[in-house]
Every structure is written in C-alpha cells, then in structure tokens.
T-cell receptor, first 114, second 113 residues
Framework: DAKTTQPPSMDCAEGRAANLPCNHS???????VYWYRQIHSQGPQYIIH???NNETNEMASLIITEDRKSSTLILPHATLRDTAVYYC???????????????FGTGTRLTVIP | KAGVTQTPRYLIKTRGQQVTLSCSPI?????VSWYQQTPGQGLQFLFE???????NKGNFPGRFSGRQFSNSRSEMNVSTLELGDSALYLC????????????FGPGTRLTVL
C-alpha cells in the first residue's frame, strides 16, 4: 500500500510558501493524488486532490508533473496554524474496493516558524 | 452543517472489557469509515460501512467489529480489550464510496489499563 514517498519533516517561515513534495512513481492511470493534513490532536482534514491537471482551492495548490510520478502541494502563505502532518495518498476512486480505505503512510511534518 | 461527531471523546477501560464507540456522520453522507491511530503504527484503516453493509475491512482481528444504522450512524465495538488497543479512534464520513473527500471527526481517545 505504500505508494508514496514524502520527506519526514520540513520547516517553513511564516508568510512564505510551503512546498511539500510527494513521489508516486508507480501511480496508475486511474489513480488520483489526495492530500490530507492532521493538526495535532485533531482528525485529518482534506486539502485537495487531482488527477493530472494542476488544481487550486482556497487552501492550497496541487502541482502534478506531466509524467504524474510526483506532485507538490503548495501552501501559498504559510501561517502558524498550518503546522501539521501532511499526507499524500494515491487512490483510484473507481477501485473495486471503493476509495474510502485510505493508506496514510507517515507523511511530512511541516513546522511553520514565526 | 454540523460536522462528524464522535462519542465519547475519552474513555478508560481495563483489559478484557469491551467498548462501543459511536459516530454520527454529516447529514446526507452514506459512507462511514473507521481508523485507528497509534504512535507506533500511525493511521490505519479499520473498516468502511455504506448502506448498512461493511464494504471494506482492514487488517485487524475479529475483536474489532462495527455496524451502521439506517440513518448512517455507525458504531464500532472492540471486545476483550488489550493494552495495545489504546489509541485514537477516528471516524470519517463521505458522501459516497467513490473518491469524494472524507470528513473526519475529532476522534475517541481510548486508554486501556
């Protein structure tokens, strides 16, 4: 199930962009890339997901390389409240077992520094 | 719209006892998934319920079970508790089973003594 590789930790200065990388070199054509984060002592929170085009929402941007083997989650202006563990997950939403049995892996612990 | 609610938030039990945790999904959501989070194993998928039927099950022993009611509310049960069952149990709801975002509750912190 460990289809993604993320750095264990990263620091980012408050107000700067946080760029969190994820490698998913074995991703299949039907698999989407999902990002969730977990702030300490809370349940995970969905951030964004995409297939091959770049995606943006009010929280973040997702940049997926053309070969889809890696992606980057961008938090444009990181705040202290963005300190969390960020999980990159690949999943086929039409998989025969459904798409809600997520494998979270170890994620990247992002620390935003004042 | 109310979020996912879980009760109780904290629970202390002793080895050998059983426990039932409850999850109320977001209104209109039909899929409920359960996860266990421990410092050693991280976030692990337990099972998913949809339309009152268990659709998926993770790699956990039969002591872990669950059910879903017609109003989509779900319960999970752990029998014959072991020390290693101490964990944060998270419930997540989703509109359906096919890739929509999951909304997580705050979790139930279970401590087994």
């Amino acid at each position: 199930d460990a289809k993604t590789t993320q750095p264990p930790s990263m620091d980012c200065a408050e107000g700067r962009a946080a760029n969190l990388p994820c490698n998913h070199s074995t991703i299949s054509g039907n698999e989407y890339v999902y990002w969730y984060r977990q702030i300490h002592s809370q349940g995970p929170q969905y951030i964004i997901h995409g297939l091959k085009n770049n995606e943006t929402n009010e929280m973040a941007s997702l940049i997926i390389t053309e070969d889809r083997k890696s992606s980057t989650l961008i938090l444009p202006h990181a705040t202290l409240r963005d300190t969390a563990v960020y999980y990159c997950i690949v999943r086929d939403p039409a998989h025969q077992t459904g798409a809600n049995n997520l494998f979270f892996g170890t994620g990247t612990r992002l620390t935003v520094i004042p | 719209k109310a979020g996912v609610t879980q009760t109780p938030r904290y629970l202390i039990k002793t080895r050998g006892q059983q426990v039932t945790l409850s999850c109320s999904p977001i209104s209109g959501h039909r899929s409920v998934s359960w996860y266990q989070q421990t410092p050693g194993q991280g976030l692990q998928f337990l099972f998913e319920y949809f339309s009152e039927t268990q659709r998926n099950k993770g790699n956990f022993p039969g002591r872990f079970s669950g059910r879903q009611f017609s109003n989509s509310r779900s319960e999970m049960n752990v029998s014959t508790l072991e020390l290693g069952d101490s964990a944060l149990y998270l419930c997540a709801s989703s509109l359906d089973r096919w890739g929509n975002e999951q909304f997580f509750g705050p979790g139930t912190r279970l401590t087994v003594l």
